[in-house]
């Protein structure tokens, strides 16, 4: 079993971002990360890794590899995951814009990917930085194989060559499906608790190193959106504090719903 594990390192804009001018608007967070910027794994990506390592200590002959897109930064992540339990760690090196620009990391990946045949791919179900949501299917479209979002439970048959999963729907509901490998999950959080990476597994990190693979940091071929600007979210709500005895608590409250109609 072959499973690649797709992470990404993520800044801290607190850090990289001068006291009070995030939200500025000539200040572009996407071109403020360089190769000398404090990056780690996004927290999304840990249990798709944990979910991996998980699958391999149960089934024997079973390879992790890692890749992640980014900027020289990105390493740390890959030998985080490394020390998780993964086997080895391919950094496809390109700027922190581009490594944010969905569709370029996904083919990216893909180009990588596809010269391997990998049984299982994993991503985590989005990232810290941009929350798109979008790598891991994009990442399916481009290999042509089945994939699914937000899985909560996974069962992985090997000799059938397929895997169930449970998945997050809209409504909170849940859907129970069967895809046939190869395939991409993206994993939710809660699956599972992802461990500390082990000293012994971070010093092979170290000794064995990472394959490192230039990436295209120029302006990305596709580039289906572009940033306008930052700025807070807007308050567009205000809440009330109904004060008094218990029952004219209740009495306002309902006074309250009925107008808006929320209570007849």
Same mark, same amino acid.
């Given at each position: 079993m072959?499973?690649?594990v797709?992470?990404?390192a993520?800044?801290?804009f607190?850090?990289?971002?001068?006291?009070?001018r995030?939200? !500025?608007?000539? %200040?572009?967070?996407?071109? /403020?990360? @360089?190769?000398?910027s404090?990056?780690?794994m996004?927290?999304?990506d840990e249990?798709a890794?944990?979910?991996?390592?998980?699958?391999k200590?149960a089934?024997?002959?079973?390879t992790?590899d890692i890749?992640s897109?980014?900027?020289?930064?990105?390493?740390?992540?890959i030998?985080r995951?490394?020390g998780m339990g993964a086997?080895?760690?391919?950094?496809i090196?390109?700027?922190y814009e581009?490594a944010?620009?969905?569709m370029?990391t996904?083919?990216?990946?893909?180009?990588f990917a596809?010269r391997k045949?990998? !049984?299982l791919i %994993?991503?985590g179900?989005? /990232?810290? @930085?941009?929350?798109?949501?979008?790598?891991?299917?994009m990442l399916?479209?481009y290999l042509?194989?089945?994939?699914k979002t937000a899985v909560?439970r996974?069962?992985?048959?090997?000799?059938k060559?397929?895997?169930?999963v449970e998945?997050?729907?809209?409504?909170?509901?849940r859907a129970?499906?069967e895809?046939?490998?190869?395939?991409?999950v993206?994993?939710?959080t809660?699956i599972?608790?992802?461990?500390?990476?082990?000293l012994?597994n971070?010093?092979r990190a170290?000794?064995?190193g990472?394959?490192t693979?230039?990436?295209?940091?120029?302006e990305?071929?596709?580039?289906?959106?572009?940033?306008?600007?930052y700025?807070?979210?807007?308050?567009?709500?205000d809440g009330?504090?109904?004060e008094g005895t218990?029952?004219e608590?209740?009495e306002e409250?309902i006074?309250m719903l009925r107008q808006k109609?929320?209570?007849s």
């Amino acid at each position: 079993m072959d499973i690649l594990v797709c992470v990404k390192a993520v800044p801290d804009f607190d850090q990289i971002a001068p006291s009070g001018r995030l939200w !500025d608007d000539d %200040f572009d967070p996407l071109k /403020s990360v @360089d190769d000398d910027s404090e990056l780690y794994m996004n927290r999304f990506d840990e249990p798709a890794v944990e979910e991996a390592v998980l699958i391999k200590e149960a089934l024997s002959e079973t390879t992790i590899d890692i890749v992640s897109v980014g900027p020289e930064g990105a390493q740390k992540a890959i030998k985080r995951a490394i020390g998780m339990g993964a086997d080895s760690g391919t950094h496809i090196q390109t700027n922190y814009e581009a490594a944010c620009n969905a569709m370029h990391t996904a083919r990216a990946i893909a180009e990588f990917a596809g010269r391997k045949s990998y !049984d299982l791919i %994993f991503t985590g179900v989005m /990232s810290e @930085d941009m929350m798109q949501f979008q790598v891991g299917p994009m990442l399916a479209q481009y290999l042509n194989i089945p994939w699914k979002t937000a899985v909560i439970r996974q069962a992985l048959d090997a000799e059938k060559a397929r895997i169930s999963v449970e998945q997050e729907i809209e409504g909170g509901a849940r859907a129970l499906l069967e895809l046939d490998l190869p395939a991409l999950v993206t994993i939710q959080t809660g699956i599972n608790i992802p461990r500390y990476p082990s000293l012994s597994n971070m010093l092979r990190a170290n000794k064995t190193g990472i394959q490192t693979i230039p990436g295209d940091s120029s302006e990305p071929r596709d580039r289906p959106f572009t940033v306008a600007g930052y700025r807070p979210p807007e308050k567009k709500r205000d809440g009330w504090v109904i004060e008094g005895t218990p029952r004219e608590k209740a009495e306002e409250l309902i006074r309250m719903l009925r107008q808006k109609s929320l209570l007849s």
